[in-house]
């Protein structure tokens, strides 16, 4: 049985994923950011952790999440600032720091959400600036989604579901929580366009991850550890997917406006 829920979270994550790429590559550009950071990997780790566990560990593995971006974002910064060197100096930095800070969460986790946020916030806040300081292209060009794109998204899409599955089953639900912000689809977007468009763009790549991307994976984290032991699975994730989509709307309409 274990086995047919790994290969099932295998197939579902890369099918979502895939049809999540096509989907944002078919919508206007400014729609475009908002679709591609809609949480997926993460909604697709919560609802695995619930079907192979229980409801309650999924609000468990919500709990880690804010302070799971914070990693996630550091490989984030390290990648940009390597960038200018090579692809694999790059990946193998980014990677590096991300294990580091990945391990001295899992040492000192955060016992709620709140605290999980305060976790977040001040080095989010770092690294953000710390990437704008870096040289920004005005402009970024959007890469075609090709056959091939697709599937490296979907791949390894999968194969980070599969993970949190076994993670969260094997280590618990702290592990869990964070693989569902592995910076995978980070990982796909940084490879695609450094071939494409080469090192110089990188840069302006990493800081269009921040926002409306960051607020939108803690909307649904807070909302989905709220309502999966209260509505269920699929209501939970409705649920949070409605809030996360207010969000992205109001936000756009906001930027329009000052524009």
Request: positive net charge; glycine residues 6%; proline residues 6%.
């Amino acid at each position: 049985m274990f086995l047919i829920q790994l290969i099932t979270s295998f197939l579902a994550g890369g099918i979502f994923i895939a049809l999540q790429t096509l989907i944002g590559e078919r919508t206007p550009l400014k729609w475009r950011g908002p679709i591609l950071t809609i949480p997926s990997t993460m909604a697709l780790g919560f609802i695995f952790i619930a079907l192979t566990k229980t409801t309650q560990d999924a609000k468990e593995a919500s709990i880690v999440i804010p302070a799971a971006l914070a990693v996630d974002y550091i490989f984030v910064l390290i990648f940009a600032y390597l960038s200018k060197f090579t692809l694999s100096a790059s990946f193998a930095g980014g990677f590096a720091a991300w294990a580091i800070s990945a391990f001295a969460l899992i040492k000192f986790p955060p016992e709620n959400f709140a605290l999980s946020f305060a976790y977040c916030v001040p080095p989010i806040l770092i690294m953000y600036f710390l990437i704008k300081k870096l040289p920004q292209e005005t402009k970024i060009e959007p890469v075609p989604i090709t056959l091939k794109h697709t599937l490296i998204r979907a791949l390894i899409g999968g194969s980070v579901i599969t993970t949190i599955v076994i993670l969260s089953n094997t280590l618990g639900n702290v592990w869990g929580g964070l693989f569902t912000v592995f910076p995978a689809a980070f990982t796909a977007t940084f490879l695609i366009y450094y071939r494409v468009h080469g090192k110089k763009i990188i840069p302006s790549v990493a800081k269009s991850f921040f926002f409306p991307g960051i607020p939108g994976f803690i909307i649904y984290a807070y909302i989905a550890g709220i309502t999966f032991p209260l509505i269920g699975i699929w209501l939970g994730t409705l649920a949070a997917y409605t809030a996360t989509a207010i969000f992205y709307i109001t936000y756009q309409f906001v930027r329009d406006l000052r524009r």
